[in-house]
Nanobody
């Protein structure tokens, strides 16, 4: 099992920045991709950004140029969010998975990000 603990959410105004961090523990040797998803009220959970162990990065079109994902090591992944907009308001979830094993997917508890206009 893999445990994920997120930090860094909060309330900011439009145009401000936040940095989310996620720390992994447990059987992390099985993980080869980490990233962030978000879920706004009444909407489906969507991918924000992901980075694989090989350094391949996926960024959602809605946040390109504003958000950056970085993975310091196999245990930690950060999401730098700049120029935040009210539509970025959501619960953000850290995700860790094995891209070759569909059942090997883990979620953090979620952290609220609220952007006021």
């Amino acid at each position: 099992q893999v445990q994920l603990v997120e930090s860094g959410g909060g309330l900011v105004q439009t145009g401000e920045s936040l940095r989310l961090s996620c720390a992994a523990s447990g059987t992390i040797f099985s993980i080869n991709a980490m990233g962030w998803y978000r879920q706004a009220t009444g909407k489906q959970r969507e991918l924000v950004a992901e980075v694989t162990s090989a350094g391949i990065t996926t960024i959602a079109d809605s946040v390109k140029g504003r958000f950056t994902i970085s993975r310091d090591n196999v245990k930690k992944v950060d999401l730098q969010m700049n120029s935040l907009k009210p539509e970025d308001t959501a619960v953000y979830y850290c995700n860790a998975r094995n891209i070759y094993v569909d059942s090997a997917i883990y979620w953090g508890q979620g952290t609220q990000v609220t952007v006021s206009s």
